[in-house]
């Protein structure tokens, strides 16, 4: 390299200085294309969040409530159920049209889910997605027991769906003749102690 300089001649100082920056561009250039191809076959940190269990404190709810996490961008309800509500539960089992969850056991409910009618691991506590099976659309709250706009005469507390009128008792299961085929989902979860649920896996279940 250097005999060839030699033989060539000095460089022009503003020629050298080009080349070095052409040099270093092309490098930068050549860095930077391979970057975001490099990056792309990595799973983004929101991809990785998605599929990813959740951990949720449900120490503050109260009988009667209910509170709403996400998991995998779906909404999860977790209802504490006071004894009346629990106690109503086998009593309009026959209204129902999958009272066990046997339509798709699968995909609706883990086995301890389906073990009885509370869909649960500890009875006190329902744990399902929030969207209604028919089209997607999420219910409402309706844990009034009684008559009421759009509710018959004889309930028991659950939700309903105002899209298109489907029912859901108070263990996520779809009341029969509705628009939606199927319960509400439960997904996988654990306790991981009396006041920490963990949505999304199930391993000690």
């Not at 503003?14 to 799973?43: D, E, M």
């Not at 969040?49 to 996400?70: L, Y």
Request: net charge neutral.
């Amino acid at each position: 390299m250097s005999e060839t300089l030699a033989a060539s001649g000095p460089i022009d100082p503003s020629k050298r200085t080009w080349l070095i920056a052409s040099g270093c561009a092309g490098a930068v250039g050549g860095l930077a294309a391979a970057v975001p191809f490099v990056s792309s076959l990595q799973p983004s940190e929101r991809a990785k969040a998605a599929g990813a269990a959740v951990e949720a404190d449900i120490s503050a709810i109260q009988p009667g409530e209910k509170m709403t996490v996400e998991w995998r961008g779906k909404p999860v309800w977790i209802v504490r159920r006071t004894p009346e509500q629990l106690a109503a539960l086998p009593k309009h089992n026959d209204q129902l049209a999958d009272p066990l969850s046997q339509r798709k056991p699968n995909e609706q409910a883990p086995d301890y889910a389906r073990k009885d009618e509370t869909r649960s691991i500890k009875p006190e506590y329902l744990v399902v997605v929030g969207i209604c099976t028919h089209l997607g659309c999420s219910p409402s709250e309706k844990f009034k027991a009684g008559p009421q706009p759009s509710l018959p005469d004889d309930w028991a507390g659950g939700f309903f769906c105002p899209c298109h009128g489907s029912t859901f008792d108070l263990a996520g299961r779809v009341f029969k003749n509705k628009p939606a085929p199927d319960n509400l989902e439960v997904p996988p979860h654990m306790y991981l102690s009396d006041t920490k649920l963990l949505i999304g896996e199930d391993k000690k279940a």
